[in-house]
């Protein structure tokens, strides 16, 4: 399965948190804006689906709305957090340093979070054969 934006995204950027020396403060702040900026055209482009965000998923298992309805909410977080994390990096100083270790933490989230829906996507259009007769 080939990776998404997004998770390309989110995987340069934890690079460049991993890296050695640590890039500058005020190019974490400008990557995690793009980051965002990506996240933004993604779920935007998720949540604008013909028939609304995983209509596919739930037509063919109405199962699923509560683990879709779960994952929709977290779009809005993830944009909030993102949103924040730009502020206290761009701010500086000890706030700005702490920030940059809480985003890894967001990294990964998002990471599992985009790991979720393709989770949910397979699920709904495997076909359980079953250990037959």
Avoid: K
Avoid at 46 to 51: C, I, L, N
């Amino acid at each position: 399965m080939q990776e998404s934006t997004l998770v390309s995204s989110v995987r340069h950027l934890r690079a460049r948190l991993d890296s050695s020396p640590p890039c500058a403060l005020a190019e974490l702040a400008q990557e995690t804006a793009e980051l965002l900026s990506q996240a933004n055209d993604t779920f935007t482009d998720e949540e604008q689906e013909d028939g609304g965000y995983m209509s596919e998923v739930l037509a063919e298992r109405p199962a699923f709305r509560r683990r879709a309805c779960a994952l929709a909410a977290q779009h809005d977080q993830f944009r909030a957090h993102l949103l924040l994390a730009i502020e206290q990096l761009s701010a500086g100083g000890p706030i700005a340093r702490a920030t940059g270790d809480q985003l890894g933490e967001l990294l990964d989230e998002l990471e599992a979070h985009q790991e979720a829906e393709r989770e949910v996507w397979t699920s709904a259009f495997t076909i359980d054969l079953g250990a037959g007769d």
